[in-house]
T-cell receptor
Framework: GNSVTQMEGPVTLSEEAFLTINCTYT??????LFWYVQYPGEGLQLLLK?????DKGSNKGFEATYRKETTSFHLEKGSVQVSDSAVYFC????????????FGTGTSLTVIP | NAGVMQNPRHLVRRRGQEARLRCSPM?????VYWYRQLPEEGLKFMVY????????ESGMPKERFSAEFPKEGPSILRIQQVVRGDSAAYFC?????????????FGPGTRLLVL
């Protein structure tokens, strides 16, 4: 089946610290992988995506590389800001899922000045 | 280009009442998805619709829940005889194409509270 396992939070970092949020997946077919961000009281916004193995998605200083050999899509950022405080969701869309997305449980990030 | 719109943003119902949630997809998008987010959890797929058709409702509870996407107007998620366990955030997403590579664009959600 299809599933996403995400690093549990909450994560608290100081401003300018390095961020890693782990995400691993199981999937049938050929999945595309996504990171979404949810700010308090809002919907999900696409942060980045990768559609095939070894692709790197990047946006706003965040990066994630689609690693088929380790079935992972870890999110990284070199220097976090207070404005990055949010909940981050890893998700996959697979050829066998009729286009529904499978989401991880989310990782809450708080960045303190 | 307006994003996905959902209303109401917040909805309070008493047990046994009906809840009706609306979603207008992005312009040009004909594929609509509904997800439910329980407190402290990720989003769970409920149903996927195209205009006038339910394509996949494998995530929808068998009773009390229904969804439609008429030829004209928004998609509607309807919950009859609500119970406290229905309290959650309900998100709608849309996409222009059916493809695993296609991004789904999410609305702001409707937060349902059942008293």
């Amino acid at each position: 089946g299809n599933s996403v396992t995400q690093m549990e939070g909450p994560v608290t970092l100081s401003e300018e610290a390095f961020l890693t949020i782990n995400c691993t997946y199981t999937a049938t077919g050929y999945p595309s992988l996504f990171w979404y961000v949810q700010y308090p009281g809002e919907g999900l916004q696409l942060l980045l995506k990768a559609t095939k193995a070894d692709d790197k998605g990047s946006n706003k200083g965040f990066e994630a590389t689609y690693r088929k050999e380790t079935t992972s899509f870890h999110l990284e950022k070199g220097s976090v800001q207070v404005s990055d405080s949010a909940v981050y969701f890893c998700a996959l869309s697979s050829t066998n899922t009729g286009n529904q997305f499978y989401f991880g449980t989310g990782t809450s990030l708080t960045v303190i000045p | 280009n307006a994003g996905v719109m959902q209303n109401p943003r917040h909805l309070v119902r008493r047990r046994g009442q009906e809840a009706r949630l609306r979603c207008s997809p992005m312009k040009g998008h004909s594929h609509v998805y509904w997800y439910r987010q329980l407190p402290e959890e990720g989003l769970k797929f409920m149903v996927y619709l195209q205009k006038e058709n339910i394509i996949d409702e494998s995530g929808m509870p068998k009773e009390r829940f229904s969804a439609e996407f008429p030829k004209e107007g928004p998609s509607i998620l309807r919950i009859q005889q609500v119970v406290r366990g229905d309290s959650a955030a309900y998100f709608c997403a849309s996409s222009p194409l059916v493809s695993t590579q296609e991004t789904q664009y999410f609305g702001p959600g409707t937060r349902l509270l059942v008293l």
